[in-house]
């Protein structure tokens, strides 16, 4: 089961920015499928956005123009940087990854968007 810790939630005013992080323990990180989710409280899990091992990118509708998702494949890391957030944003958010079928999920981090 490859490890996953995110780190980076907390709280911010409407407006502001965030930046989350996901550790990877996976040897095999850069051909790994990497994704942040999120749940907010009543809702279902949704896909924020997501990296391909060749850094293709995609995003939620939601969400496209403000987050930016990105890996650093030396550190086994993937990022989401949150910009402009708005109270709708506040949801539990989680790192997600594929190897070839091998999932995995972190443990979740908070953020909250709220003056």
């Known amino acids: 089961q490859v490890q996953l810790v995110e780190s980076g939630g907390g709280l911010v005013q409407p407006g502001g920015s965030l930046k989350l992080s996901c550790a990877s323990a996976?040897?095999?990180?850069?051909?790994?499928?990497m994704a942040w989710y999120r749940q907010a409280p009543g809702k279902q899990r949704e896909m924020v956005a997501s990296i391909t091992r060749d850094t293709v990118t995609n995003y939620a509708g939601s969400v496209k123009g403000r987050f930016t998702i990105s890996r650093d494949n030396a550190q086994n890391t993937v990022y989401l940087q949150m910009s402009s957030l708005k109270p709708e944003d506040t949801a539990v958010y989680y790192c997600?990854?594929?190897?070839?079928?091998?999932?995995?999920w972190g443990q979740g981090t908070q953020v909250t968007v709220s003056s």
């Open positions: 997600y990854a594929n190897y070839f079928g091998r999932v995995a």
């Open positions: 996976e040897s095999n990180f850069r051909s790994t499928f």
